[in-house]
């Protein structure tokens, strides 16, 4: 049984669509990025540097900030700060924290 042009189409189809979702695949932030440097982003909130970023606080955090695309419960997300191609830790944080509402 040899497959029609339709089926065909709609394979191809489906294989190009779904190239891009694989590619395009999120990678954490790399602490010693320019941008993650110039907003003090740490995976873990316990390590900023308190004497440099005084407005910190032990209860700020990635998963509670405005920026946080994802749910509350995710491991990594993306950020606003960082653009989608990169994820942020749940525990992690930077200068831009603002409180997510509610």
Known sequence: MHPTRRIFMLQATT?????????????????????????????????VDTAKFPKHQASQHCANCQFWQAKPTDAWSGCAMFGRKAQVAKNGWCNAWVKAPG
């Open 15 to 47: 294989a190009c669509l779904a190239c891009p979702a694989v590619a395009q695949t999120p990678t954490p932030v790399d602490e010693a990025s320019e941008t993650a440097v110039a907003l003090g982003y740490r995976h873990d909130t316990t390590k």
